[in-house]
């Protein structure tokens, strides 16, 4: 039941006469939030156009240098939209990102693997995905496509490691394993990868969508909105207020 539903509910059981002053009153706040949401969007709308035409000073400079290994999280069924998997990428190529992990649930990126790479060494097949997009860097970048499989596969193979080297012989100890047994697990059946700084995730779920939780321990994490909304001044922006926050590491 979603908030706007609670909401009905409360007032009629305020009115349980279904007083037809009580629906009109519900009908008015639904309009008038409407509006305002309209409004909101507009606004970003608005600022994105911009973001992306250089026209806000403080965007024109972006320094990336806190994103080392960047996220991208998408829903299984909008990544069957290349085109807008290319686009995206295409984007982060253009701000200078060195380092990409793509990952949905059900593996579709990453059984595009080789058409996704393919088409992103041609800079003639850039320029006719789309004629908006800000130059590419030349330095290229690299990718990793994972998906909730490789995260399973992952911790079965570490717990059977740690089972052989505990708990295999009745002489060994049998220690209570803690993160970072599992961490030198993962490390010594070659599972180690990156933890990324920024996660940006792309579809309806406000979630991670089963990425593999050991990577995003200190991962920010950004809900930008379905791919079919994205829009190059959205993410601009969203890698922006990233830098900008400062970050306190706990020991």
């Known amino acids: 039941m979603g908030l706007g539903d609670e909401v009905q509910k409360a007032f009629c059981s305020m009115f349980p006469s279904g007083n037809c002053g009580v629906h009109l009153f519900w009908r008015?706040?639904?309009?008038?939030?409407?509006?305002?949401?309209?409004?909101?969007?507009?606004?970003?709308?608005?600022?994105?156009?911009?973001?992306?035409?250089?026209?806000?000073?403080?965007?024109?400079?972006?320094?990336?240098?806190?994103?080392?290994?960047?996220?991208?999280?998408?829903?299984?069924?909008?990544?069957?939209?290349?085109?807008?998997?290319?686009?995206?990428?295409?984007?982060?190529?253009?701000?200078?990102?060195?380092?990409?992990?793509?990952?949905?649930?059900?593996?579709?990126?990453?059984?595009?693997?080789?058409?996704?790479?393919?088409?992103?060494k041609s800079e003639k097949r850039f320029k006719e995905i789309t004629t908006s997009n800000p130059p590419l860097d030349e330095k290229g970048m690299s990718l990793e496509f994972i998906s909730f499989s490789d995260g399973k596969e992952a911790v079965a193979r570490a717990a059977n490691f740690l089972f052989k080297k505990h708990y295999s012989s009745e002489n060994k100890e049998k220690p209570n394993f803690t993160e970072s047994d599992m961490a030198g697990a993962l490390r010594e059946i070659g599972y180690e990868r990156p933890d990324p700084d920024l996660m940006l995730v792309y579809g309806p779920a406000r979630c991670h969508l089963g990425f593999p939780a050991w990577r995003i321990r200190f991962t920010e994490i950004m809900h930008m909105g379905t791919l079919k909304s994205m829009k190059f001044g959205f993410l601009v922006k969203a890698i922006r207020s990233f830098t900008m926050v400062h970050q306190n590491y706990g020991t």
């Open 28 to 120: 008015i706040m639904h309009l008038i939030l409407s509006i305002w949401y309209f409004f909101l969007w507009l606004v970003d709308m608005f600022e994105s156009f911009l973001i992306s035409s250089g026209l806000l000073k403080r965007y024109k400079t972006l320094d990336i240098s806190k994103v080392q290994y960047l996220a991208i999280v998408i829903d299984s069924e909008e990544a069957l939209q290349t085109l807008k998997v290319l686009n995206l990428l295409v984007w982060l190529a253009a701000i200078g990102l060195k380092n990409v992990c793509l990952y949905d649930n059900e593996g579709v990126l990453k059984r595009s693997e080789q058409a996704i790479t393919e088409i992103l």
